[in-house]
Each structure stands twice: as C-alpha cells, then as structure tokens.
C-alpha cells in the first residue's frame, strides 16, 4: 500500500468524469414512488426472521446557521422550539419500525447526522437516545460504533461529554477549510481554536475515533492557503480525514446561489489542491483508503482495506456492510436486504404522515439480480481496488468474460490507459487510477446511460 497512490494529470483530465458516488448501486437517483411502507414491512420482516444485525442512521435537519455551500437536507432556523415536534414524529417513526424487528437485533452501528445533531438540547438528546434504547438493542459495552456529526461552533465541553455519556464513541467534525477569507465566502465562520476544543474534549473523554471534513474547491481558496489549512488539521491528529471536491451546483442547491462564481478556484487549481493535499497526508503517514477518505494505518478502515472486508454504504466507507440499515428520520434512507427505500424530504410531509400513525417512506428500490450483481462487483472495485473473476462467478452463478462482454473494449481501453491491469482473472486498479476508481466503476453502471450526469459532482 505504500504506492497507494500515483498523480497522473494525463490520465485524471480523460477520466475526471461526472458521476456517482456508489454510496448504493443502484444509486438513489434510481428510486421511484412504486416503492411504499408495504415493501418495506416485508423486508423488515425478512430481517426479523435472519435476526440480522442493525445499523441505526438518525437524521436531524436542524442548523442554526447556514453553510452556502451545503447540499443536505437541512432546516435552517434559531427557533430551537422546532425540534420538539419534529422529535414527536420521530419518536413514533422508531417506535412504528421497532415492532417489526425482533429485539435482540444487536445495533452494531449507530449514527446520528444532518443537519447539526447538536443543534438539539441537553434533555432532547438524552430523551431521544433513551427512545432508541427503549425500542432496539443497543449495545451498553462501548463495543459498538456509535457517532454523530459535530458543528465545532454547537458543542462544547458538556455537550461532549453528555455525548460520552450517552454512548457515542465517535465523532466527524466539520471544518471544511480554516482560512477567515474562506470561511466568509461560504458563511461558516469557525476558528481553530473551537475545532481543538472538541477535539481535546473528544480525547480526553476517550472517544475511540475522531474524523474531520474537508472540502476543495471552495470560493477563495488558493492552493497555497488549503495547504495551510490542510497542515493545520494534521497537527490536530484526527484518526481519519474526508476531503471532499465541492460541486457548484447551484440550479439544484438554493444555498449555492449565494456564492459568487468568481471567487471559485480553477478547475486546475482545484487538481493542485487536491495533488498537494494527498502528499500533504502521505508524508503525515495517512493511507488512502478511496474516494475522498484517508486514515490512519492502525484505523479501522485501513486494516479492513488490507483484510479486503471493507465495504459501503449510505454512510460512506464502513465495516459494517453486512448489517441492515435503518434510517430513521425526514430524508433518511434504509437499505435492508435487497430494498432501498427513502423518507420524504419534506419536513411537513414526514410529519403529517407520522402525525396519522403512518411510516413517512416515500420512493425506493427492490433489486433485481442483475443489480445485486453488480452491486458486489462495484463494492469490490470501491473498497478494495480488484475484482476476482471467481468470487462473482461463484457467487452469482455467471461467466463473467461472458456476462460482461460488451463492456471488455472499455476495460481493454482503460487497461491500455494504465489506469487498471486487466487478464482473465482479474481487474486491479492500479496506483495512477486509484483516484478514479468512481470512472472504473461507471463502466458497470447499466443506468448511467440513461441519467442526466450534471445531477452528480465530478471523480475529482
């Protein structure tokens, strides 16, 4: 892993394509209104019978501030009266789910995101994780992986230490970049002070992992100050590091209007920042584990990378892949078993219907073989750079060559492009193609023809 990764600015200006991220396949552009509550009963069902693990996602939309360059599914208010309803519904969401799971269902993974989680009082959070130990069974022995996304400007001692407390031993927190210049273009004004605060809290009270989010390409940034920020963060010794590319996609996004184009680094800038960052993070003893994330060598992440038992889903890079997720929440998404379904992201549509003693499930996905298929080979190629032939045609019952011959000239292609080496028996990507492993992956995607790519941020 050493020659994780090699810069090709040749190879990266063919390939730097739009497309998904592969947090599922099919991605969640895929789903549609045919998929309702009873689809998801049966497969709750089907959990309950297999007593398959739980992964928990909590969604809570609520921010304070708003951040411009945001894509989630927010609520931005300083009436903190807000969350009581919203947690009313919530509280019957988890109630309506739970009894159709079988309570020794261990909860392996629990997280709780945004939004600004903390954004919710004291007593409101104490009262929610109490709602979720009441229904599920989640784990009292500080052995399971339990975060929450911080904003460094909503928390501070007490509330890291109610968090200890109530058993979460993660944390990700946002920074996103350090420069004041920065910080005012995309109104988040946060000091390093704040972001170390947390993070000595975090240690102190024994959190077993700290992340913190980074993000390129944002207005005013110049390679020279994101290499400052970024040497800033590694002093902070965080266990992990996301570094996002930001997408300008203001047609899609409301917040993003707000931002002035021109202050937007160029398109070769951002490659600098991003080529940098990486020899910024190797030298610092960060192993790239893909898409946007790093680690440390004794992380979780990387050791499941080197024993290929890394996997992905909705919350990103995981070792628990093999669990049920349940998102629970405005917007939340699940995937249990081979359904994908998703809550209404409309914050008076998930309440109304939880109001009416009804689930909030809005659109979805059954997968089909085909997808189940190529959901393994594209979890492959993500989580581990290689693809055996053998594992898939055993698992699937196909000939791979065969099943996937249309697709050989555009491996061949890339293969010649030195951005993968191909044979009979496999696909490995190689160190010069590790950073586009996305564009790899794109070649199985059956429903990419048919999307319109300009829904998707670009590789890099």
């Known amino acids: 892993m050493l020659d994780a990764i090699r810069w090709d600015t040749d190879l990266i200006r063919r390939y730097d394509l739009a497309g998904p991220r592969y ?7 895929q789903f549609d209104s045919q998929v309702g509550t009873f689809d998801l009963f049966h497969a709750l069902r089907d959990s309950r019978k297999a007593l398959r693990p739980l992964s928990l996602y909590v969604h809570v939309p ?10 989630c599914n927010k609520v931005i208010t300083k009436d903190r009266g807000r969350a009581l309803p919203y947690l009313q519904r919530l509280e019957q969401e988890i109630q309506l789910i739970a009894c159709h799971l079988d309570p020794s269902q261990k909860v392996e993974q629990l997280h709780f995101g945004g939004g600004t989680p903390t954004f919710l009082s004291h007593d409101e959070l104490r009262q929610l994780m109490a709602k979720l130990r009441k229904h599920f069974n989640l784990l009292d022995d500080d ?16 509330t890291m230490g109610l968090l200890r407390e109530l058993g979460f031993n993660r944390v990700s927190i946002g920074v996103q970049d350090l420069d004041p210049a920065v910080q005012r273009a995309v109104n988040r004004l946060q000091s390093l002070e704040e972001t170390r605060a947390v993070i000595d809290a975090a240690r102190t009270l024994q959190f077993r992992s700290i992340n913190i989010d980074l993000i390129y390409g944002l207005p005013k940034q110049t390679p020279e100050s994101f290499a400052r920020t ?29 931002i002035n184009g021109n202050d937007l680094p160029a398109p070769t800038q951002k490659l600098e920042m991003l080529q940098r960052t990486i020899e910024q993070l190797t030298a610092a003893g960060y192993r790239y584990i893909g898409m946007d994330h790093f680690a ?8 499941a990378q080197e024993e290929s038992t890394l996997q992905r889903n909705f919350q990103g890079y995981t070792t628990h892949g093999h669990c049920d997720l349940i998102g629970l929440g405005v917007s939340a998404i ?21 109001a009416s003693a009804q689930l909030a499930t809005s659109r979805g996905l059954l997968c089909n073989a085909d997808d189940r298929l190529r959901r393994a080979v594209i979890q ?17 019952n196909i000939d791979f060559q065969g099943y996937f011959g249309e697709l050989w000239p555009q491996l061949q292609e890339m293969a010649d492009d030195g951005l993968i080496e191909l044979d009979n028996e496999r696909i490995t990507v190689l160190p010069a193609g590790r950073l586009l492993v996305r564009s790899v992956c794109m070649v199985f995607d059956a429903y990419l023809e048919q999307q319109n790519r300009q829904r998707f941020s670009r590789v890099i």
Do not use: K
């Open 23 to 29: 947090t599922s396949y099919p991605t969640a552009v």
């Open 230 to 258: 970024v040497d800033e963060v590694i002093s902070l010794q965080p266990d992990r590091l996301s570094v996002f590319n930001y997408a300008h996609l203001p047609e899609r996004f409301m917040p993003q209007r707000r």
């Open 380 to 396: 492959q190629l993500i989580c581990t750079f290689g693809l055996e032939f053998a594992q898939i045609e055993q698992a699937f």
């Open 143 to 158: 052995s399971g992986d339990y975060g929450i996304e911080i904003d460094p400007r909503e928390a501070d001692w007490s």
């Open 296 to 303: 440390l060598p004794d992380d979780e992440l990387a050791i």
């Open 62 to 71: 609520f921010c304070a501030n708003i951040c411009y360059y945001c894509a």
């Open 334 to 354: 699940s995937q249990i078993g081979d359904l994908y379904c998703q809550n209404s992201s409309d914050l008076n549509q998930y309440q109304n219907a939880l």
